[in-house]
């Protein structure tokens, strides 16, 4: 089970005495969070407190009281917490308890000579937020575009994987695109409208899934996952147990943080959302740019500083030639086998910090041999539905953002887009 990054700490404050169903209420709430799959959890026995009640409770040899403090701290994914946080505050009647962010360094049994040999339902994510084939087409763009899912699984009435629906299905297949082909330009009001329009539709998940499957099963091996992902071009795969039902998620970074997780880094962090009211406002301006004669070692040292993953190629005057992200680096590049540059992507992916540049990455590549050409790119005048129309056409989630003479000026991601939409409705 997958526990790095970002995660929440619960802390349950109660007292010695306090009891459950006949049972004292700190066991009961062990014995609830284990039997839910919950990370884990400590319980921790105070030597002295006060509480809502004002009364001080402690434990010296004059007067050993029978109800000390006791402290119940969990730590756990935000998915798990709002499916269990419900029946906890229920079994805790008296006491107190805190959520708060915190970093997960580190969550493994201990180490094993071959890591990609384990299972995988060792390594997945237990918590998938899925829909079911009526599941209207509402509810699915509050998920994925309110919510922020990147993903959401179709299940049958037996938990048996359908299809898959991402943000790209719901643009393409419910209409929206269409519409957008039909009126470039859309006030916010309009897209407020539009939206509207798409919740009212009588569409439901079954026609808006990808569909079939890849699945990997709870008992294949690491080792089978990276072959399945590889093939297929996948970021992630649904994990099935012995019956077909679905049990999990299982991604890249899961499994190079299970490889080196004796060195964990955290993942990172999807792009903060920026808001505004214009492509200027919503562009990214730090984005990492090289010249078409940039060789290799550059354009990886590029990379790894901004953390984008991805470098814009321009000329002299700024004019944008191409773009390279680190999956054209695996693609076209003769070091793509190369341990040394596949290391430093693998870092770059899981958020690692960089090390020193490898001897064996002095190839006479250039931008100009690995970047993908032409771009598409968008005016820095305009407007949503006109960028969001462009992503949809052509499968792109980033768009260079250029001025009037076609001169760079910065990168614009979908997902700040679709929330800045979103956020006006």
């Known amino acids: 089970m997958q526990l790095q990054g970002k995660a929440l700490r619960v802390t349950i404050y109660i007292g010695e005495s306090d009891r459950y169903q006949g ?41 050993l009281s029978t109800d000390l ?76 575009l309110q919510r922020g899912y990147r993903s959401l699984p179709v299940v049958d009435d037996n938990g048996r994987p359908q299809g898959i629906i991402t943000d790209g299905d719901l643009l393409n297949r419910a209409g929206l695109s269409a519409r957008l ?50 093939e297929h071009d996948l970021k992630r795969l649904p994990v099935v147990d012995g019956n077909g039902r679905l049990a999990g998620w299982i991604s890249r970074v899961d499994i190079l943080r299970t490889v080196e997780y004796h060195q964990p880094a955290a993942e990172v962090e999807p792009e903060s959302l920026v808001a505004g009211a214009t492509i200027r406002e ?24 901004n953390r984008r993953r991805r470098a814009v190629v321009v000329d002299d005057n700024q004019h944008v030639l191409g773009i390279i992200t680190d999956g054209d680096l695996l693609r076209r590049s003769q ?14 992916v899981t958020g690692q910090p960089a090390v020193a540049s490898s001897p064996l990455l002095n190839a006479a590549e ?34 260079p953002v250029v001025d009037g003479d076609g001169r760079l000026l910065g990168l614009l991601g979908r997902a700040s887009l679709l929330r800045s939409l979103i956020d006006e409705t």
């Open 23 to 63: 049972k004292a209420l700190y066991m009961a709430l062990l014995q609830f969070l284990k039997q839910e799959g919950a990370s884990g959890a400590t319980v921790v026995r105070g030597l002295a407190g006060f509480g809502a009640r004002s009364r001080i409770h402690t434990a010296t040899i004059v007067d």
């Open 69 to 144: 403090p006791i402290r119940v701290e969990w730590v756990d994914q935000a998915e798990v917490m709002d499916r269990l946080l419900p029946q906890v505050r229920q079994m805790v009647d008296d006491g107190l308890i805190t959520v708060e962010e915190v970093d997960v360094l580190q969550y493994a049994p201990g180490r094993q000579p071959d890591p990609l040999a384990q299972p995988v339902q060792d390594v997945m994510r237990t918590e998938v937020v899925t829909v079911v084939p009526n599941t209207s087409v509402a509810a699915i763009v509050t998920l994925l």
């Open 181 to 230: 082909d039909l009126q470039a330009e859309l006030s916010a009001v309009e897209w407020q409208q539009q939206l509207a329009e798409l919740r009212a539709q009588d569409v439901t998940a079954v026609s808006l899934m990808t569909s079939p499957l890849i699945t990997i099963p709870t008992t294949a091996p690491l080792r089978q996952a990276v072959q399945v992902m590889t």
């Open 282 to 305: 919503l562009m990214y301006r730090d984005v990492p740019t090289v010249s078409s004669q940039t060789r290799l070692e550059e354009i990886v040292r590029a990379l790894e500083h």
């Open 335 to 348: 070091q793509e086998a190369h341990p040394g540059l596949l290391d430093r992507l693998r870092r770059l």
């Open 366 to 399: 250039t931008a100009a041999d690995l970047m993908t050409s032409p771009v598409i790119t968008i005016p820095v005048t305009a407007s949503f539905a006109a960028a969001l129309r462009l992503m949809v056409q052509h499968g792109v989630k980033r768009l």
